[in-house]
């Protein structure tokens, strides 16, 4: 009897042998050898720019994996920034929430307000607290942040910047290196750069929450403000948000030096590529991509002043999410912490033209190298000393979707500036009301 259940002891050690030598997810601990578990996550992520940057950040998440194989991070491309939250949202209600996800910053107080998502202090206090925290930009802290805590991590930042032709300006007797300044100075320019083939100027005005987005700069720069730090209260129906949004009229209607119809936000880069505007207002995370399709020179540059330059910050930001595992939160807060490393948000800024969150990224070899070989590559990041938090509220895509049909209306000419944003103003306190 002995001797038979040794005999098939030996056979059962055989085979388990034989099979770690034939399966890598194994773990040999001291002479035993265990199976080894991983940690699968399912990670959610928008892309609204031109580019391979679907490539890159899944590349990104493979490296990942090699550094932590006891960690598989499965990504899924959802679409633009408004699809990804519409399909994050509806996973939320079926109870099957990604683990982790970049979503646009402005989603915080909808995604408190779901209570969906995990606030990172203690995460944040194991890397340093404040230390840690502080190596981030500021201003793409805000949307992160309230109640004092921090629900979510910089990641895919941006601001809006002036690209400009640098050709377009010389055929048309101006100074490249003197791009405009002022509101001014805009229609000056943009004047003289419009002729039959081309027009001087193109704001994205359609597509996604794009038009609120660049509404909100022009309101920025004329001494306006759209919301409460709270997020419960907006301020739209103010002289100074009137004022921004006649000008954006009148750019089209009145000066004839950009189209009146809607120009859609994904359209806008071709336009300029092919020639067809000899300035844009656009997001700085397109800039690696214009930087190697365009066929001419072209320069960014702040957006013109009214009363200040100013810019709304843009983008998205790391979020983990309620309803996983403590376990699985912890494999997710590694991976976010590593994907937002100095030395991965430099590369990361490198490859697409979004703002490396972290300050000491700008310190990196790399990124000393990059920006020393275009220096275009820090005018976003210089901007940020100009840079304010992007509108965010409590029912958010409600009080976004009133702020864009005005801007819609404004724009068509159907209403004028005041009646629109009177009228988005009740619509939007009637949405927040229950927040108050």
């Known amino acids: 009897m002995n001797k038979r259940m040794s005999t098939a002891t030996a056979v059962i050690l055989i085979t388990v042998l034989l099979a770690v030598g034939c399966n890598n997810d194994t773990l040999q601990v001291g002479s035993d050898t265990l199976p080894k578990t991983k940690t699968e996550l399912t990670f959610y992520y928008p892309i609204d720019v031109g580019g391979p940057v679907t490539a890159t950040l899944e590349g990104m998440t493979e490296q990942f994996m090699k550094e932590h194989p006891d960690i598989r991070v499965k990504p899924i491309y959802m679409g633009s920034y408004n699809d990804t939250t519409i399909k994050t949202q509806a996973s939320l209600l079926g109870n099957n929430p990604p683990d982790v996800a970049v979503l646009p910053s402005t989603q915080l107080f909808t995604l408190l307000d779901m209570n969906a998502i995990v606030p990172l202090d203690l995460f944040i206090a194991k890397e340093g607290g404040i230390t840690y925290l502080s190596d981030f930009y500021e201003p793409f802290l805000v949307n992160s942040q309230t109640g004092g805590h921090t629900y979510s991590i910089p990641f895919q930042r941006s601001t809006v910047l002036l690209y400009y032709n640098i050709d377009a ?11 405009p300044e002022s509101w001014d100075d805009l229609i000056r320019i943009a004047k003289r750069l419009t002729t039959d083939k081309q027009w001087g100027l193109e704001i994205p005005s359609s597509g996604s929450t794009n038009s609120t987005w ?18 419960k209260r907006v301020f739209f129906d103010t002289p100074e948000n009137a004022g921004a949004l006649e000008y954006w009229l009148r750019l089209s209607r009145e000066l004839h030096v950009m189209p009146v119809h809607p120009l859609h936000w994904a359209a806008l880069p071709a336009d300029f ?6 300035m844009m207002y656009y997001t700085s995370g397109n800039l690696t991509n214009m ?11 702040f957006p013109p002043k009214s009363r ?4 709304p910050t843009g983008g998205g930001n790391f979020y983990i999410f309620k309803g996983t595992s403590e376990e699985r939160q912890e494999a997710s807060w590694t991976f976010v912490r590593w994907m937002t490393e100095p030395k991965r948000v430099a590369q990361w800024s490198i490859d697409t033209g979004y703002v490396a969150v972290r300050k000491s ?23 940020l000393i100009y840079a304010d938090e992007e509108l965010s509220t409590h029912n958010n895509d409600k009080v976004l979707g009133v702020l864009e049909e005005a801007i819609q209306a404004a724009l068509s000419g159907r209403q004028s ?7 988005a103003q009740t619509k939007a306190d009637k949405a927040l009301e229950p927040f108050q």
């Not at 509404?215 to 997020?231: C, H, K, R, T």
């Not at 590529?273 to 000899?278: T, V």
């Not at 990124?367 to 220096?375: D, G, I, L, R, V």
């Open 417 to 423: 500036p005041k009646e629109v944003l009177k009228q």
């Open 214 to 231: 660049m509404f909100q700069m022009l309101a920025l720069q004329n001494g306006g403000m759209l919301m409460s730090p709270d997020g």
């Open 308 to 311: 200040r330059f100013a810019t």
């Open 273 to 278: 590529l092919s020639g067809k505007a000899a």
């Open 291 to 301: 930087r190697k399709t365009a066929s001419f020179p072209f320069h960014v540059a």
């Open 169 to 179: 300006f010389r055929e048309a007797g101006l100074d490249p290196s003197k791009p």
């Open 361 to 383: 990224a700008y310190d990196t070899d790399k990124m000393k190298s990059y920006t020393e070989q275009y220096p275009d590559a820090l005018v976003a990041r210089d901007q």
